[in-house]
């Protein structure tokens, strides 16, 4: 009975229904369903999306777009539930090459100081390898890795596991020859570089998120009214990201709002032109040049958002 319990459980695992009544949807009576609830489905889409593309990805932050398109379910998803699925769809090859390096630097420095440890920082270094395993099961299944606090402890934990490697190497340098090793100087200019490195990666996020907290302002300033600052924080985002598809349909939204059609739909363009399987763009856009009165701009601008989100509702009727 092994087998077929087996085949069983991965058919039902393949079907995005939970089969549990609907007052356990959201209790822990889910836990003891079998159903991946669509996980199948976003996963099968991820390798697609790979396919597409296997060196470079789709693009960052793109499977929803990708899943809105080409999904075989209808469901609003943004993440593909899976941190390794996710990284083979968005950035290819390159992508999963990285995190697989970053995660076996990390894990295999704190294996090997593991090894030499004595008996109390053997425990600690154990507790940290356990920690990181259970991240990478949580993130294989899971957006785990879009909530901030999770794999930033990830993170936090395999630094402090490896952190001990470097300063051993030249204690026992300078117990061996009565002197700082020879190859002091040489280990102080690659630390340098990766310092440098880091602060590369660290202005890159710093950048996005200026970006992204001037969006929120927007956001939030536009609900209650207050337009001209609204305007302005979305400029601000602009000029953080000129390149960015969100800053642009920020101003586009504001400056409908305010009534000015001319100088939203132009925004609108630009929105649409940075993020092309964007559907939700091409809808604001569709609105904004129907507002100024170019029906045929806005048709077109509506059968492409309609083409890139196919299954929805707000579509299936027009």
């Known amino acids: 009975g092994g087998p077929h319990a087996l085949a069983h459980a991965w058919q039902e695992f393949k079907n995005p229904a939970l089969n549990v009544q609907a007052a356990q949807a959201n209790t822990e009576g889910r836990l003891l369903a079998v159903s991946g609830n669509g996980r199948y489905q976003m996963w099968s889409s991820a390798l697609d999306a790979f396919s597409s593309n296997p060196l470079g990805g789709i693009g960052a932050g793109t499977f929803q777009f990708w899943w809105a398109a080409h999904g075989s379910i209808y469901s609003y998803v943004v993440n593909a539930h899976s941190l390794y699925f996710e990284t083979l769809a968005e950035t290819g090859l390159v992508g999963i090459a990285l995190l697989a390096m970053l995660f076996a630097a990390g894990v295999g420095g704190t294996l090997r100081r593991l090894r030499r440890a004595d008996a109390h920082e053997r425990a600690l270094l154990a507790a940290i390898v356990a920690s990181t395993a259970a991240f990478l099961v949580a993130g294989g299944v899971d957006w785990v890795w879009q909530i901030p606090a999770i794999p930033v402890v990830a993170l936090l934990l395999l630094g402090a596991g490896v952190a001990g490697e470097a300063r051993r190497g030249m204690v026992l340098g300078e117990e061996k020859n009565g002197q700082p090793d020879g190859d002091r100087g040489r280990g ?131």
Do not use: H
């Open 188 to 318: 102080a200019k690659v630390t340098i570089a990766w310092v440098a490195l880091a602060a590369l990666g660290t202005a890159a996020i710093v950048v996005a998120l200026a970006s992204a907290v001037s969006v929120r302002s927007s956001q939030a300033q536009a609900r209650v009214g207050q337009l001209p600052s609204a305007l302005a924080n979305a400029q601000t985002a602009a000029g953080w990201q000129p390149y960015a598809a969100e800053p642009a349909l920020q101003q586009a939204l504001v400056l409908e709002q305010a009534g000015n059609f001319t100088a939203a739909a132009q925004k609108a363009r630009k929105a649409t032109s940075a993020a092309r399987t964007d559907w939700q763009a091409w809808l604001v856009r569709s609105r904004i040049e129907a507002e100024r009165g170019d029906a045929a701009t806005a048709l077109a601008a509506w059968s492409k958002a309609k083409s890139l989100d196919p299954r929805d509702p707000l579509f299936a009727s027009r």
